[in-house]
């Protein structure tokens, strides 16, 4: 088991560094000095974590946390979490988490997160979504397809049944529409071979960042209007929406006394309600 951990942990610093180091390379294309901001942070009962903001000239804002952390739920949380009662409230759990909000109006918002978690029980969990302004067909067919075929390499169960279970849970209920134009969301995925689990939970995020920069590429050089800025500012509401009210990523990291900060790491930079 400790094993285990230590290997998820590892990758998911490593998939943070690779990503981290691609943003940047997109970011000397447009011959820009982002902004790069860490901050590094101590879980009170146990574990810590790592939070690294970009802020340039494509990406507005792009938060990547790292975190690992342990110790014992509150009474409160211990219903919450996946056989937390049978192991009194101790846990442990990894993982790394992605939000992307864009300076054009043009390139879709991203989130991506993948996490090892044990309790009584252990399993992983994760996945990624993309929130377009203006949506892009072309895109969306290549987003979808290139995820299916990430699945079909595990089991072709997979992207009917993640991509479903994205849908209905990135659904902004008290609006009546989707965040976005969805992605794949799985949890407790424990089929029985932890190698296998892990190895796909990799290939969700090295697949995420092959989507990203070839959408990012995509669009980047294109202008844009005030106007669609404005669409884009308003959409952000629907995200913060979203997150405040329903992300289980939020609550999760509230109910173990995560760093506020990391936790809120996802909120836009501007954004607008009408």
């Known amino acids: 088991m400790e094993k285990q951990k230590t290997q998820a942990f590892e990758w998911f610093c ?8 691609s943003f940047l390379s997109i970011e000397v294309q447009s011959f820009t000095q982002p902004k790069i901001e860490k901050r590094k942070w101590n879980r009170p009962g146990g574990g810590s974590g790592e939070s690294t903001i970009i802020f340039g000239n494509i990406f507005e804002k792009v938060g990547i946390n790292v975190s690992r952390v342990y110790g014992k739920l509150e009474d409160s949380a211990i219903n919450e979490i996946s056989g937390a009662s ?3 409230g101790e846990f442990w759990a990894s993982g790394i988490s992605l939000v992307s909000h864009m300076q054009s109006p043009l390139i ?11 309790t009584s029980k ?9 929130t377009p302004i203006y949506k892009d ?5 290549y987003i979808h397809e290139s995820i299916k075929a990430t699945c079909d390499e595990f089991n072709i169960e997979y992207y009917p049944k993640f991509k479903k279970q994205c849908d209905d849970y990135f659904f902004l209920q008290h609006r009546k529409e989707p965040r976005g134009i969805g992605g794949i ?32 590429h995509k669009h980047m050089q294109k202008s844009w209007t ?5 669409e884009q500012l308003i959409k952000r509401g629907r995200y913060v929406e979203f997150n405040l009210l329903y992300d289980r990523g939020t609550r999760f990291g509230l109910m173990t006394n995560g760093n506020p900060d990391a936790i809120m790491m ?3 930079p501007l954004v607008k309600w009408v």
Request: aromatic residues 14%; negative net charge; proline residues 3%.
């Open 266 to 268: 996802s909120m836009p």
């Open 108 to 118: 879709p918002a991203a989130h991506m997160n993948t996490r090892l978690i044990y």
């Open 14 to 21: 490593a998939l943070r560094n690779k990503i981290t180091e």
């Open 226 to 230: 005030k106007e669609q800025r404005e």
């Open 122 to 130: 252990q399993w992983f969990g994760g996945g990624m979504d993309f």
């Open 86 to 88: 049978e192991s009194n």
């Open 185 to 216: 969301f799985y949890d407790n995925l424990t089929s029985g071979n932890w190698k296998n689990d892990f190895e796909f939970t990799k290939a969700v995020g090295e697949a995420f960042l092959e989507i990203y920069l070839h959408i990012i």
């Open 137 to 141: 067909e072309g895109d969306c067919k």
